[in-house]
Each structure stands twice: as structure tokens, then as C-alpha cells.
Antibody, heavy 117, light 107 residues
């Protein structure tokens, strides 16, 4: 059974960089798309970016190049960086398996990241 | 971007009721439409993919239909564990987008 686990700081200061890692267990990161999705408190779901195991990426234009997604196949991990964060970036961040023309069939439990000084 | 809308935004229903949730895409997405269920404090769970395919392990009371721009999620007989928020999501084009959600609560 594939399992995903997000890790990273739960508190980030405004203007700094949010960095999260997703560790995939129970299966290989190869041959799939992997995504980051976030959900502000009490709101809906927003897709941020995806990466294929080979390293090709897609980003949500609404993040205006503040975001970088990367993969480390040797560690079965993929990561997200969001630069210049503001309070609007406060959200539960989920990692998930899936991307274009596929479905998000496995999800991490989510990690709440609060942007505050 | 493809905009996804859902109706209703919320509904109240009783155990045993048949429940239908609609999802509309702002342009044709063929059948690249997925449905998720989310309970408070939990990650979303995939119910239906490719508009009408039931994800493994999901009860058969859940079904999906539609193609192009109009889609439907149906729960044939609502169970206590089905009270949750439901989201549709298009995987046809980047950026991938979700509907705003439909909250199903107890009447």
C-alpha cells in the first residue's frame, strides 16, 4: 500500500521560503506524476504543481514563479519550495500521487503551515 | 484556466436518501473528471475517476456520469459515513482545478 508523508516546518515567517518534503513508501516514485495541493483553513482545494519521476514539471500560473517542485528518486521523495510567503499562504499542504490526465489516488495526511511573524 | 462549478454548494439529506451533486466545467474536458470525498481534518479520498470509474474499495452506492462539460455524482442510498464535503476536479489541462465543493450534512 502506497503511503505519503509530508514533513517540514509548521511555522514560516512572512517573506521567507516555505519548504516541504513528501516521502513515498510502499511503492516506487517511478512512473507516476506527483503533486502538491493546498487548502487554506475552511476553504477549498488548490493544485500547486506536479512533477513526473523523470523531472518534468507543471506549475499553477497563479503562483507567479514563486514555486519550485523537485524530485529525488534515490530517496523516494519529492519537495516543494514556496518563496516570499505571506499570510495568504497559510494552509494545509497535501502531497498526492497524480497529475495531468490522471487522478489523485493517494494522499498524505497533510501538514498545516502557518505564515506568521 | 478551466473553471469548475458545483451545485448545490450544500445540501441536507437523510440516511437512505438518493443524493445527486452536479459539476460543470467551463469548457469541454472529455471525461477527465474525478470526484473526491473529504471529511473534517482528513485528506480527500478519491471516489470516482474518469467521470464514471469507481475507485477500488469505494462502495457501489457511489456512481458518476457525464462527459464534455456536465457531470454528476450520485449516492444511491446515503449512509451515515457519507456526510462530508465532495469535490470534483478536472485533469484535462494545466492548471488542474477543483470545484468549490458540496457539503452534505444531516437533515
Amino acid at each position: 500500500q502506497v503511503q505519503l508523508q509530508e514533513s517540514g516546518p509548521g511555522l514560516v515567517k512572512p517573506s521567507e521560503t516555505l519548504s516541504l518534503t513528501c516521502t513515498v513508501s510502499g511503492g516506487s516514485i517511478s512512473s507516476y506524476y506527483w503533486s502538491w495541493i493546498r487548502q487554506p483553513p475552511g476553504k477549498g482545494l488548490e493544485w500547486i504543481a506536479n512533477i513526473y519521476y523523470s523531472g518534468s514539471t507543471n506549475y499553477n500560473p497563479s503562483f507567479k514563479s514563486r514555486v519550485t517542485i523537485s524530485v529525488d528518486t534515490s530517496k523516494n521523495q519529492f519537495s516543494l519550495k514556496v518563496r516570499s510567503v505571506t499570510a495568504a499562504d497559510t494552509a494545509v499542504y497535501y502531497c498526492a500521487r497524480g497529475g495531468p490526465v490522471t487522478r489523485f489516488d493517494y494522499w498524505g495526511q497533510g501538514i498545516l503551515v502557518t505564515v506568521s511573524s | 484556466d478551466i473553471q469548475m462549478t458545483q451545485s448545490p454548494s450544500s445540501l441536507s439529506a437523510s440516511v437512505g436518501d438518493r443524493v445527486t451533486i452536479a459539476c460543470r466545467a467551463s469548457q469541454s474536458i472529455n471525461t477527465y473528471l474525478n470526484w473526491y470525498q473529504q471529511k473534517p481534518g482528513k485528506a480527500p479520498k478519491l471516489l470516482i475517476y474518469a467521470a464514471s470509474s469507481l475507485q477500488s474499495g469505494v462502495p457501489s452506492r457511489f456512481s458518476g456520469s457525464g462527459s464534455g462539460t456536465d457531470f454528476t455524482l450520485t449516492i444511491s442510498s446515503l449512509q451515515p459515513e457519507d456526510f462530508a464535503t465532495y469535490y470534483c476536479q478536472q485533469s484535462y489541462s494545466i492548471p488542474l482545478t477543483f470545484g468549490p465543493g458540496t457539503k452534505v450534512d444531516i437533515k
